[in-house]
Structure formats: C-alpha cells, structure tokens
C-alpha cells in the first residue's frame, strides 16, 4: 500500500513537472511570437507626419516634401538622429529639431528655425541701387548663420539692422547661405566695438561679397574693414589715424585695410 501511494506521488510529481515544463516552452514561444509581430508588423511604419513648427516662416509642405522618404520606415527601429540628419542636409535654416513618436505609426517632427539678425537689401553693383531677386512680395533678411531668407511671414522684424549686400557671385537662392557666417558675425562684431570702444553711431552696413570686405557708416563716415586683419588690428590703425588727424578733416572714407598706411578722405 505504501509502495503504490509512493509510486503514484512520483507520477504526480512527474506530471506537474512536465506541464510547467511545457508552459514554460509555450510562454517563451508566445513571447518571441508577440515580440516578432511587432518588430515585423506594417501597424508600426510610419504613415503619418505631422510637422510643428515655432516660426510662422517655416513651410511645412517643403518640410514634408524632405520627409517623404522615412513613409514606410518602421517607427521602432527609426532613429531621431537619421531624422535630424535628413532635416539638416536639406534645409539650411534649420537650428534643432525635437523629435517624437506616436504609437503605432505617427512621427512628429518640432522645428526651430535660426532666428533673423538682419534686413537685407540686395544692391546691383553697377548701378548701386536695390534689386529685388525674388518674385512677388515680401522682406528679405538674413538668419544668423547667413542664409538668405524671402518670406511674408516674418515677424517683429523693423527693429533688425539693414544690411547692403553687394557683389553677389550668382543670383540668390532663398534657403542657402549667401554671406559666410564667419563675414556676417565680423560686421556684428566691428559694430559693437566701434559702438563701445568710439561711441559712434552706426548707421549703414555694406558688405562686398567677392572681395570679403565690409564697409561701415559711422556718423557720417565710411570705415572699411576687410577679412585679412583682426578687428583690433583694423580699430589700432583707426586709433593712430585720431592721434594725428581729427575726425572733422574727414569728409567720405577712411580705409582701413592697408597694413603699411592709411587711406582716408
């Protein structure tokens, strides 16, 4: 009797060792079932985009046009650098992007575009009188990184400096860089000191694209400054020029480009 009761408790044990065996088995099986349905599902590609944008200037519909490729890409395994990356190789005045997901197929996009440091009035350099090189109406500016912008939707703009430019080398296309960053923040720079350390007024800034050079109307007077020289070399020379020659005897220009003298008149 108590062999067969032994007996039966080890057929029992048995039996429930092998169901948890095989509920173990069919678990693992329906895990790699559910994990594969998921990483395989077409619910999880991307078929909408929706595209948020903090300036009123940004156009959503040249945007999508740049994202039409990520359509089909499965959003799980869509990285938010390949995103930004697409976004920056193709869109010059892009300065970040937030990038979010929305189960099972939405993709959402926040863009910041660099903000506009200019009003930009594009001269003719033969006949020194301003052209418009866009179609239609609108203002054009610059964004801090220099790529020329021609919108209707900018806003808060009449209080940004007026910048001239000329001597482009080809016909301006909005969305690209037209002055080089490092140009465009020289002026800027030169203004300041010119503002703190001269107390000047600036009231004109030219800048000559082909030769890397800028001009700047400082009550009443042109200074010309170029890319070859620091601004401190160029403001030393200024400083030696007011050592000997007063400011009143200055009527159009004082050149400061020239390492070895002065030009002024």
Known sequence: MR????????????????????????????ALLAVG???????????????RRLSPRLDIESVQRVMSPLFGSHLLFLTNAEVRSLLHENINDIESVEVGKMYPSELVVTIRLHPLVSRLEIVDPDSQEHSSTATGSGMDFLTQEGVYVHTLGAVDTNALPVIRLVDWAVRPTPG???VPPELLRRVFDTEEA?????GHTIE?????????????????????????????RHLQRYRVLLQSVSRDDVRQYIDLRLTDRIVYQ
């Open 204 to 232: 004109v800034r030219t800048i000559y694209l082909r030769g890397q050079e800028y001009h700047v109307l400082a009550d009443g007077i042109s200074l010309w400054f170029d890319m070859r020289s620091s601004i401190e």
């Open 194 to 198: 010119l503002k703190l350390q001269f």
């Open 3 to 30: 062999r067969t009761m032994r007996r039966t408790h080890q057929l029992a044990k048995q039996w429930r060792s092998s169901v948890l065996r095989w509920m173990l088995v069919f678990g693992v099986l329906s």
């Open 37 to 51: 349905l998921v990483l395989f599902s077409p619910l999880l590609e991307v078929r909408e985009i929706t595209v």
């Open 176 to 178: 690209t860089v037209l």
